[in-house]
Antibody
Framework: QVQLVESGGGVVQPGRSLRLSCAASGFTFSSYGMHWVRQAPGKGLEWVAIISYDGSNKNYADSVKGRFAISRDNSKNTLYLQMNSLRDEDTAVYYC??????????????WGQGTLVTVSS | QSALTQPASVSGSPGQSITISCTGTSSDVGGYNYVSWYQQHPGKAPKLMIYDVNNRPSGVSNRFSGSKSGNTASLTISGLQAEDEADYYCSSYTSSSTPYVFGTGTKVTVL
């Protein structure tokens, strides 16, 4: 059974950094690309970033490009999101999501429960 | 990249059918058969309901179906049940610099 557990959220001041983690189990983590998706309080979903199964390919939403970095450690079955230069508008619940199949980059097949990041002074 | 356009709310009585639309452009919904639909109950993570326009993952009820015409995709829920009350989001691959876009979301109310 696929399990994705995010952690690392919290309250952080504007301009500071935070690193989120997503611990994966129940599947062969090293075989699947992974996404980060966020949802501001009371708002809709927004795609953030994607990484290939081996970490060699990455892509970002324009809204976070140059500030956020996605990475993974396949030996630890863990996905990361390094968030730098945080802004008020980055306040959101951050979800990690697994592809439903490795040839379907556009399908968010399984989701974690999310971790809340609040950017506030 | 702007969000795909969905109606803010749709409602129906138990047993009825409802349809939620998701309107984009030829650069996203209209250009690719890469539309997915997600159900989200309050305080919970989204759940995949439909992918590639009209494919259901295993375990999803066959009361949920998808279709597409031009730049508009649709999710139909037949035999509406109380447990279907939730927010629904469409998503699509897009040829823009941000390659994945979600819809604005639709709140489904079961009367």
């Amino acid at each position: 059974q696929v399990q994705l557990v995010e952690s690392g959220g919290g309250v952080v001041q504007p301009g500071r950094s935070l690193r989120l983690s997503c611990a994966a189990s129940g599947f062969t983590f090293s075989s699947y690309g992974m996404h980060w998706v966020r949802q501001a309080p009371g708002k809709g979903l927004e795609w953030v970033a994607i990484i290939s199964y081996d970490g060699s390919n990455k892509n970002y939403a324009d809204s976070v490009k140059g500030r956020f970095a996605i990475s993974r450690d396949n030996s630890k079955n863990t996905l990361y999101l390094q968030m730098n230069s945080l802004r008020d508008e980055d306040t959101a619940v951050y979800y990690c999501a697994k592809l439903i199949a490795n040839n379907k980059w556009h399908v968010f097949g399984y989701w974690g429960q999310g971790t809340l990041v609040t950017v506030s002074s | 990249q702007s969000a795909l356009t969905q109606p803010a709310s749709v409602s129906g009585s138990p047993g009825q059918s409802i349809t939620i639309s998701c309107t984009g452009t030829s650069s996203d919904v209209g250009g690719y058969n890469y539309v997915s639909w997600y159900q989200q109950h309050p305080g919970k993570a989204p759940k995949l309901m439909i992918y590639d326009v009209n494919n259901r993952p295993s375990g999803v009820s066959n009361r949920f179906s998808g279709s597409k015409s031009g730049n508009t995709a649709s999710l139909t829920i037949s035999g509406l049940q109380a447990e279907d009350e939730a927010d629904y989001y469409c998503s699509s691959y897009t040829s823009s610099s941000t390659p994945y876009v979600f819809g604005t979301g639709t709140k489904v109310t079961v009367l």
